[in-house]
């Protein structure tokens, strides 16, 4: 691990790395490092501009890092971040990388499309529940797609943690709750059985 953090961008280039996104902002790996098995993300430099504006902000892996840490201390589960490390040329930020562990579940979408699973309304009730405890802790996920919680285990476990916000104040707070919840019901627009599920977030 200590050498791999010491070059992090050579699980870019493994043969044994296993790509799952390759974006322009972010590319993720798959790759085993010291026998645990990790995500690697990588958030990619745009451009010296950039770099400039966002000189003195934390960045994106800091803030998932951070944000890793607090959902798991207040009982919310995600995947277990490992480390996390940024590249700068003096106040200039370059890449930063986040190395979580790897969840090997089935995300929350294809979970309740899937006719096999039966135990659809117990799942609903958890996921319902992470939804109330953000709403206590004043957090905002951000990007509440049904592919970034991921079922493991029967839990569900939340995951991509980029945009996540947590309030003081609670107007912005019940509004941005309010945002989350409306990104999350809209992933059942075409299945109202699965959308009845999750009623008690109307």
């Known amino acids: 691990m200590e050498s791999f953090l010491g070059n992090p961008d050579i699980a870019f280039d493994s043969p044994e ?6 974006g322009n902002s972010t590319t993720v790996v798959r790759l085993t490092v010291d026998g645990m098995d990790l995500v690697i993300k990588r958030y990619n430099a745009k451009n010296i501009f950039r770099g400039f504006r966002h000189a003195f902000k934390k960045s994106y892996a800091d803030r998932s890092w951070g944000a890793a840490h607090y959902l798991i201390n207040n009982g919310i589960k995600t995947a277990r971040p490992i480390a996390m490390k940024e590249m700068r040329i003096g106040p200039f930020r370059g890449k930063s990388y986040l190395v979580c562990e790897y969840i090997d579940g089935i995300n929350a979408l294809d979970y309740f499309i899937d006719p ?11 996921v319902v529940g992470i939804f109330n405890q953000l709403e206590l802790l004043r957090v905002r996920h951000g990007d509440m797609k049904a592919t970034n919680i991921l079922i493991y ?38 299945h109202p059985k699965i959308k009845k599920m999750f009623s008690p977030l109307s």
């Open 17 to 22: 790395m296993i790509m799952l996104k390759n």
């Open 116 to 126: 096999a699973f039966k135990d659809k309304k117990i799942m609903a009730q958890k």
């Open 153 to 190: 285990y029967n839990n569900p476990y939340l995951i991509d943690l980029d945009s996540m916000v947590i309030y003081k104040n609670n107007v912005l707070s019940n509004r941005a709750h309010r945002k989350d919840v409306d990104r999350f019901m809209r992933n059942w627009s075409e």
